[in-house]
């Protein structure tokens, strides 16, 4: 089955340390993003990313990083400088072209400070 | 600016009954798609509808209709004979065409959470 596999489930970070969120996908899309989730609030841009070896910050950048070596994988690294990481994060991809083609989107990972 | 705006945080509608979540844009581009996602408590993001600027006709999935305005910028999602399992949060969302600077980008409203109640 094709999909979006995101791991870990929950991670914890400690003080100054920086945790890598790993984001996958088998659909063959161009495009994929990652987003932040607050409790009881809506979805914010962190990094988008259309095609291998590029990408562009989203709205709330600072303070993470991600890399697009391969089609498959967008993986996003929270650094310390990042000082209220504690959310929930979603990955999702899409085919890059074309306003009808929906976001398909990873289960997930909650992030925790410890 | 805020493009997509919901502005019911929160409903309770009773089993068997029909709900109607607004959702209004903003956008000068004559190209874009418009699209509804639940999130169950579980986190999952569940794309349920798509409704394209040049549809002529509202979209309908199974229990799922939204009711595009074109003219009001408005694309309401109605889900009729509410489930205890529709309990979630729902997230309107657009996405432009390649003119505009945010080509590449999906723009998500605040959401609203539904309750279901027996």
């Known amino acids: 089955d094709g999909g979006i596999t995101q791991s870990p489930k929950y991670l914890f970070r400690k003080e100054g340390q920086n945790v890598t969120l790993s984001c996958e996908q088998n659909?063959?899309?161009?495009?994929m993003y990652w987003y932040r989730q607050d409790p009881g609030q809506g979805l914010r841009l962190i990094y988008y990313?259309?095609?291998?070896?590029?990408?562009q910050k989203g709205d709330i950048a600072e303070g993470y990083s991600v890399s697009r070596e391969k089609k498959e994988s967008f993986p996003l690294t929270v650094t310390s400088a990042q000082k209220n990481p504690t959310a929930f994060y979603l990955c999702?991809?899409?085919?890059?072209?074309?306003?009808?083609?929906?976001?398909?989107f990873g289960d997930g990972t909650r992030l925790s400070i410890l | 600016a805020q493009k997509i705006t919901q502005t019911q945080p929160g409903m309770f509608v009773q089993e068997k009954e029909a709900v109607t979540l607004d959702c209004t844009y903003d956008?000068?581009?004559?190209?874009?798609?418009l699209f509804w996602y639940k999130q169950p408590s579980s986190g999952e993001m569940i794309f349920l509808i798509y409704?394209?600027?040049?549809?002529?006709q509202n979209a309908t999935e199974g229990r799922y209709s939204l009711n595009f305005q074109k003219a009001r910028k408005s694309a309401n999602l109605v889900i009729s004979a509410s489930q205890l399992g529709d309990s979630a949060m729902y997230f309107c969302?657009?996405?432009?065409?390649?003119?505009?600077?945010?080509?590449?980008?999906?723009?998500f409203g605040a959401g609203t959470q539904v309750v279901v109640t027996p």
């Open positions: 999702a991809s899409s085919i890059a072209t074309g306003t009808n083609q929906p976001q398909h």
């Open positions: 659909l063959n899309h161009d495009a």
């Open positions: 990313s259309q095609i291998v070896n590029d990408f």
């Open positions: 956008t000068s581009d004559p190209s874009y798609g």
């Open positions: 409704q394209g600027s040049y549809d002529q």
């Open positions: 969302a657009m996405r432009e065409g390649p003119t505009t600077d945010s080509w590449g980008k999906f723009q």
